[in-house]
């Protein structure tokens, strides 16, 4: 069969595994290179545990510890596997892609797919852990879900992308068309909050490292890290003073407290990664989020300093966390790799030009190529050196 992009409302609802494992080999090559220009580091990681291993920065962080520090990795994803004849998720191609080349490599590896809020996942976890005989020295908490089930007391919470106050209404674009189309939000109530909180907070976060201390399989020195965004502030009313912003705040107060909590038990840390605005399969649907990025990846190709999960998931590993000294943070102990997206320079260059954007000059105010590269190339698709004209026999392999 031949394997075409399946896009509605901004969403891709399939995937290609030859161009997912592409992408994934793309960042493998590119790990291996910096890896090479470095000096080696005293304590980089050895045994890591990502939980949200299958896309985005949990992959890209996954890859740059096995390949980038021949680190062990164990990974939890939830996907939906592919058949003979439909398509799988992107991160399932991924995490199998992944396999393959750590195979190739050497490297000792484990992945799982299933409910990584579960407490049967953690117990899984563990008993690998006993099994490999390990201790992980990092653990990325790179979740994110729609949906969260409480393993006390069996509750479903969903969350929501919502602002308070006022609606929100914005432009976006519609990359199956390039025609920028008008979306709205509605505003939250307060259960809609709480439950958004209960998702994408910190709650399961902190569980998972109390179950791992308690079965003694945390390293001394443990380093665990979760992933935010800030953006700037034309954003704030959708994102940072929305919903999904009240469930951030939580993650990085759960970072203070964990920080404590791991200090006292085993000399470690707990730190909030604050990351670069990125394409992903659900900044594609916020409005004016698509708009912001397109603008903003056309100024930061210009200046050079552009980057997409990989390389932000390698600079943090090399220039914030394992440098051999202190990891630098913020007043209020976040580390900042999206110094680059929030350059002065680069935000005055947006702000001027949003205003101006219609659909007619779109593709020169903004990288409408570029953004909309990145959101094919997360399903696989427009990725260089594939042919995307030959058969596929099967869609439950790469």
């Not at 020295?137 to 969260?148: F, H, K, N, P, T």
């Not at 397109?294 to 440098?323: N, V, W």
Request: proline fraction near 3%; charged fraction near 25%; charge should be negative.
């Amino acid at each position: 069969m031949i394997v075409k992009p399946l896009i509605r409302s901004n969403i891709c609802l399939n995937a290609h595994p030859v161009g997912c494992k592409k992408e994934v080999e793309r960042q493998i090559f590119y790990v291996k290179q910096q890896a090479q220009k470095r000096e080696p580091v005293k304590d980089a990681p050895k045994n890591v545990l990502v939980l949200g291993c299958s896309t985005g920065y949990g992959l890209a962080s996954r890859i740059a510890a096995a390949f980038g520090y021949g680190a062990t990795t164990i990974g939890v994803s939830f996907e939906k596997a592919g058949t003979e004849t439909k398509s799988g998720t992107p991160g399932w191609y991924n995490n199998m892609a992944f396999d393959h080349a750590a195979e190739k490599e050497g490297l000792k590896y484990a992945t799982y797919n299933g409910d990584a809020f579960s407490d049967e996942m953690r117990q899984t976890i563990i008993s690998k852990a006993k099994e490999m005989n390990i201790r992980f020295d990092l653990i990325v908490y790179s979740v994110a879900s729609a949906v969260r089930v409480d393993p006390v007391t069996g509750e479903m919470y969903r969350s929501v992308l919502k602002p308070f106050g006022l609606s929100f209404v914005g432009q976006n674009i519609d990359v199956a068309t390039n025609k920028l189309i008008t979306i709205s939000a509605e505003t939250a109530n307060h259960e809609e909050a709480a439950q958004t909180v209960k998702v994408m907070g910190g709650e399961d976060w902190e569980r998972w490292i109390k179950q791992l201390s308690d079965a003694d399989v945390l390293a001394n020195g443990v380093k665990t890290i979760a992933y935010s965004y800030i953006g700037p502030s034309l954003s704030h009313a959708i994102y940072r003073d929305g919903t999904i912003g009240k469930a951030k705040e939580h993650l990085e107060k759960t970072a203070d407290v964990l920080n404590e909590y791991l200090s006292s038990k085993v000399k470690g840390e707990a730190y909030v990664s604050v990351n670069k605005g990125l394409v992903t399969r659900s900044s594609a649907v916020i409005p004016v989020i698509p708009l912001y990025l397109s603008i903003l990846f056309k100024k930061m190709k210009e200046k050079g300093t552009h980057e997409g999960c990989i390389e932000q998931a390698e600079r943090l590993f090399a220039e914030r966390l394992y440098t051999g000294g202190a990891v630098p943070v913020d007043e209020n102990r976040l580390i900042r790799i999206d110094d680059l997206e929030l350059d002065p320079e680069v935000q005055d260059y947006v702000s001027e030009r949003m205003p101006l954007v219609t659909e007619e000059n779109l593709a020169q105010i903004g990288d409408l190529e570029g953004y909309k590269h990145d959101f094919l190339a997360t399903n696989g698709f427009d990725v260089e050196g594939v042919d995307y004209n030959a058969e596929i026999e099967r869609m439950d392999t790469i």
